[in-house]
């Protein structure tokens, strides 16, 4: 499965509100999930089945779709928020995963 | 709080193995309810799933490894290792141990800090 984002870099400011996409090269339901990832840390997780808040995450994030397109919003940016995206099928779990190749969101 | 750690030699020659180990603290890798994974990242590029391990032994691995990759579980040292054979300057990366869940759906919810490895000679 291949997973596509879009866009591969993005400019915004804080306050402001942004989508990513992620489209999948074929069905994968609700199997679906986002992380962050910042410079010299662990990725974090986001959201997993395309919808449900990872414990600890702000309400600021949210995730929709299903099928082979889904997006990840951030209704008002902060500046901690400043960082790599990445979604993340699971749809073959655990025989195979597959990740996008990241939405860079800069100031 | 589990927390993961990955250890290895940070410079690997061309056509050698690298052997990295994640340790786990806090939790326990025979806990069942999870697999542990290796993902990688090559500079400037996105991630990549390399393997997962269960406690049982069962593996699965990325088919674009080639057979290279071997990743094997100590319950008595609650660590999981990684090996990667016949390494080339493409293999030049951050590697990272991560938890996943068993559960299809569940992602990779505990990363380690990762370790950057260095194929050259």
């Known amino acids: 499965i291949q997973m596509t984002q879009s866009p591969s870099s993005l400019s915004a400011s804080v306050g402001d509100r942004v989508t990513i996409t ?11 999930n986002w992380y962050q990832h910042k410079p010299g840390n662990a990725p974090k997780l986001l959201i997993y089945t395309a919808s449900t808040l990872q414990s600890g995450v702000p309400s600021r994030f949210s995730g929709s779709g ?7 919003t951030i209704s008002s940016l902060q ?3 400043f960082a790599t995206y990445y979604c993340q099928e699971t749809y073959n779990t655990p025989a195979e995963t597959t990740f996008g ?3 860079k969101l800069e100031i | 709080q589990v927390q993961l750690q990955e250890s ?6 061309p056509s050698q193995t690298l052997s990295l180990t994640c340790t786990v603290s806090g939790g326990s890798v025979s806990s069942g309810g999870y697999y542990w994974s290796y993902i990688r990242q090559h500079p400037g590029k996105g991630l990549e799933w390399m393997g997962y391990i269960y406690y049982s032994g069962r593996t699965y691995y990325n088919p674009s490894l080639k057979s290279r990759a071997t990743i ?8 999981c290792s990684l090996k990667l054979t016949s390494v080339t300057a493409a293999d030049t ?12 759906g569940d992602g990779f ?13």
Do not use: H
Not at chain 1, 22 to 32: D, E, G, K, M, V
Not at chain 2, 8 to 13: A, D, E, I, S
Not at chain 2, 93 to 104: L, P
């Open chain 1, 79 to 81: 500046p901690e928020d």
């Open chain 2, 72 to 79: 094997s579980i100590d319950t008595s040292k609650n660590q």
């Open chain 1, 101 to 103: 190749q990241g939405t």
């Open chain 2, 8 to 13: 290895g030699p940070g410079l690997v020659k």
């Open chain 2, 109 to 121: 919810d505990m990363w380690g800090q990762g370790t950057f490895v260095i194929v050259s000679s």
């Open chain 1, 66 to 72: 299903s099928g082979t397109d889904f997006t990840l």
């Open chain 1, 22 to 32: 992620c489209r999948a090269s074929q069905s994968i339901s609700s199997f679906l």
């Open chain 2, 93 to 104: 990366a951050v590697y990272y141990c991560a938890r996943g869940g068993t559960m299809i």
